[in-house]
């Protein structure tokens, strides 16, 4: 430790942002190695100031580490400039906490949040001074796993992990390492431990399957190689969120990170069904804390951290079934304590007047909503179920209660879009901008300002979409011009996304274990940070795929057919293949679902793992 301390030491000077690199800071768990059963290096693959807001690695921290002989510590990837310092003083990739190489823990754990991240995977592998494919890394330890959205596909990165963590983490987790924890006296084989931690439920090993394809490049079927081997992994589900574990206390940075507040998750799942949208249905079922549980782990957080902010964490908060009690009851709190109180994630459709009394001490800066499409027709292919009345009504409320700054989300690419629903993107903006000048003045904002981003559609696994095409760069590319030539206003901001990110994204998250070679080659060439604009080298990427003989468009632009075996047919996210089926046909039928309050859609959540609106329980 006190090798690569002095190593460190003399870098720091030389590097942006060092506060990434040193740990210490508050909240940091640090142990007696001579006490510890299993050591575990949580890797966030991506910088610092990105992995510290991340709630995953927070919770999971702090569940690992309330075991006394357990030892959880923090990774980040390092940026260009101090990567390059390591590789040049010798010093491989290390925990925050103790200093110590990763390569010497039992367990290298990633968590897969974006596609984007992948190459990063590799890098800290290498940096780490391990080969990179599993196949090649023999011994028992390290083990690397993964868990995260994107494992929901895990096939672009199966060459890389020794075992996937499929679904909710907090449960499976500590089975896994108490597995380790039973076995690890008696020194097995790394296939030997790979071979019993196939039986935890949750728990993927890709090397235990074989997948074939037929002539035309799709699929034929993944199926187990061994006995004892499920067929389909079932992902895990945490059934009682007011059970499970959440930590007290977070670790307090010493420089500034995305979100830098203490973080209280209110519920899990969505109830909405929006078509597009990966996470609302692979965190299915909706489940919700109860307000005396979210009330008590606010209160914990703030008086550990000192944070002065706390937001309320969830894909749509404002479908807690008590919203408007949680919030009087974390009011007295916060008000009492000048701690201020932030709802992301608020639905358009949910919105009150009630509900904007309450948030405007805090987010009186704007007020962020995503329609997602610019007319009724295509939000309703997509199952937003909002109207354009819901929209101009809650800007109303907003611009008469002071608000003159709206963001406003949308996507490029959907299924059945057409030039008239582009333009509709700008017609709603100037819309929002023309009601803002019908409001008194004594009401509203000195200024107007409306934001508004859209991003290229991305069909994803486990979504009614996962079987569409998406826009060819060059027609993305047209319909983002046809809405800067529609917008006349200078009053409105417009953004969107770069094509070639887009394309790279749909690649990996609907690709199999060819594009394991891709990936590889492009890390090779120097693809890295790959989220990051200034590092982002589509050229690099091209060249990899060509010279792995791989067609973008065949993943990316072509629609799959509702009998296509899937490079995930294997994984079982418990909402059924013919809800999606179902689902899609309904999107091109313009019709819409009910979301789970109004009634159940049978989207198949079995009676195991229904939450609160599912009609089997």
């Not at 499920?230 to 979100?259: A, G, M, Q």
């Not at 069904?273 to 782990?297: D, N, V």
């Not at 819409?592 to 939450?611: F, H, K, L, M, V």
Request: glycine share 6%; hydrophobic share 35%.
């Amino acid at each position: 430790m006190k090798d690569i301390q002095q190593k460190i030491e003399k870098l720091l000077l030389k590097v942006q942002r060092p506060a990434r690199y040193i740990g210490g800071e508050l909240g940091q768990v640090v142990k007696d190695k001579s006490e510890v059963d299993v050591r575990f290096a949580f890797c966030f693959p991506d910088v610092y100031d990105v992995g510290m807001s991340h709630l995953g690695m927070k919770i999971l921290y702090g569940l690992k580490n309330s075991r006394p002989n357990w030892w959880c510590e923090r990774v980040f990837m390092p940026e260009k400039d101090f990567a390059q310092k390591m590789r040049e003083n010798d010093i491989p990739l290390y925990a925050l906490e103790s200093l110590d190489p990763i390569r010497d823990f039992d367990f290298i754990g990633f968590t897969l949040q974006y596609e984007l991240s992948y190459t990063n995977v590799l890098e800290m592998l290498d940096l780490a001074g391990l080969p990179v494919h599993s196949r090649d890394r023999k011994e028992l330890t390290p083990l690397v796993v993964a868990g995260g959205p994107c494992v929901c596909d895990p096939e672009p990165m199966a060459d890389f992990f020794d075992l996937f963590i499929i679904g909710e983490g907090e449960e499976v987790n500590c089975e896994l390492m108490e597995l380790y924890e039973r076995m690890k006296p008696l020194s097995p084989t790394k296939e030997q431990f790979l071979a019993e931690a196939a039986k935890i439920e949750g728990i993927y090993v890709p090397s235990f399957y074989d997948v074939s394809y037929n002539d035309d490049g799709t699929v034929q079927k993944v199926v187990p190689n061994r006995e004892g081997v499920p067929e389909r992994v079932k992902k895990r589900v945490i059934s009682d969120l007011d059970k499970s574990f959440y930590p007290e206390s977070f670790v307090v940075p010493f420089t500034s990170i995305v979100h830098d507040r203490a973080v209280v998750e209110v519920l899990r799942g969505c109830i909405r069904g929006c078509r597009f949208c990966q996470a609302g249905f692979i965190y299915r079922p909706f489940r919700e804390k109860s307000i005396g549980t979210i009330e008590h782990e606010t209160k914990c957080l703030c008086e550990q951290t000192g944070y002065e902010q706390v937001s309320l964490s969830s894909l749509s908060t404002s479908d807690h079934s008590q919203i408007e009690e949680l919030l009087d009851t974390l009011a007295d709190y916060t008000d009492s304590e000048r701690i201020n109180l932030s709802l992301p994630s608020l639905r358009i459709d949910k919105f009150s007047e009630e509900l904007l009394e309450k948030i405007a001490s805090v987010r009186k800066s704007g007020l962020t909503f995503a329609p997602e499409a610019g007319t009724q027709k295509l939000r309703d292919v997509i199952n937003k179920n909002i109207t354009e009345d819901e929209i101009m009504h809650t800007c109303k409320m907003a611009f008469e209660a002071g608000y003159g700054t709206v963001k406003l989300y949308f996507m490029l690419g959907l299924p059945e879009e057409t030039d008239e629903d582009v333009l509709g993107i700008a017609e709603l903006a100037h819309k929002v901008v023309e009601l803002y000048y019908q409001t008194p003045k004594e009401m509203r904002a000195s200024s107007i300002q409306v934001s508004v981003s859209a991003a290229t559609f991305v069909p994803k696994p486990f979504t009614p979409f996962e079987f569409e095409p998406q826009a060819t760069p060059e027609e993305i590319d047209r319909k983002q011009k046809l809405i800067i030539d529609a917008i006349r206003s200078k009053k409105i901001r417009f953004s969107y996304h770069q094509q070639p990110v887009s394309m790279l994204e749909a690649v990996l998250a609907r690709g199999d274990r060819r594009i394991c070679d891709v990936i590889y080659t492009a890390w090779k060439k120097g693809c890295i940070l790959d989220s990051w604009d200034e590092h982002f080298r589509p050229d690099l990427w091209e060249e990899a795929f060509s010279e792995c003989g791989i067609d973008r468009e065949f993943y990316a632009n072509r629609r799959r057919s509702y009998d296509e075996v899937m490079p995930w047919a294997h994984l079982d996210y418990l909402v059924s293949r013919e809800f999606f089926v179902r689902e899609n046909k309904r999107a091109h039928e313009a019709v819409t679902t009910r979301n789970c309050a109004e009634g159940c859609s049978a989207c198949g959540i079995s009676r195991q793992y229904g939450g609160k609106y599912c009609a089997c329980n």
